[in-house]
C-alpha cells in the first residue's frame, strides 16, 4: 500500500508539471491537463492516503474522550 501511494503521488507530480509546462507554452488543451491532475489528485490520491494511514487505528490517541478530558482538568 504505501509503495502504492508513493507511486501514484510521483505519477500525479509528475502530470501537473507536465501541465505547467503546457500552460508556459499556451498549449490549447493545458488547462484541461492540469485539472484533471488536480481532479485526479484529490480523488484517487488522497482517499488512497487516507485509508493507508488511518487503517490499523492510529488516529485513536487523536481523539478527545471524557477520559482524556478528565486527566487534563485534574493536571
Known amino acids: 500500500m504505501q509503495t502504492l501511494v508513493k507511486i501514484l503521488f510521483f505519477i500525479f507530480v509528475a502530470w501537473m508539471l507536465v501541465g505547467a509546462y503546457l500552460l508556459n507554452t499556451a498549449h490549447p488543451k493545458a488547462q484541461v491537463v492540469m485539472g484533471l491532475g488536480v481532479l485526479?489528485?484529490?480523488?484517487?490520491?488522497?482517499?488512497?492516503?487516507?485509508?493507508?494511514?488511518?487503517?490499523?487505528?492510529?488516529?485513536?490517541?487523536?481523539?478527545?474522550?471524557?477520559?482524556?478530558?478528565?486527566k487534563n482538568k485534574k493536571d
Do not use: E
Open 40 to 70: 485526479f489528485m484529490a480523488f484517487i490520491l488522497m482517499p488512497v492516503f487516507i485509508y493507508h494511514r488511518y487503517r490499523d487505528g492510529k488516529y485513536k490517541k487523536y481523539i478527545i474522550n471524557n477520559d482524556t478530558n478528565n
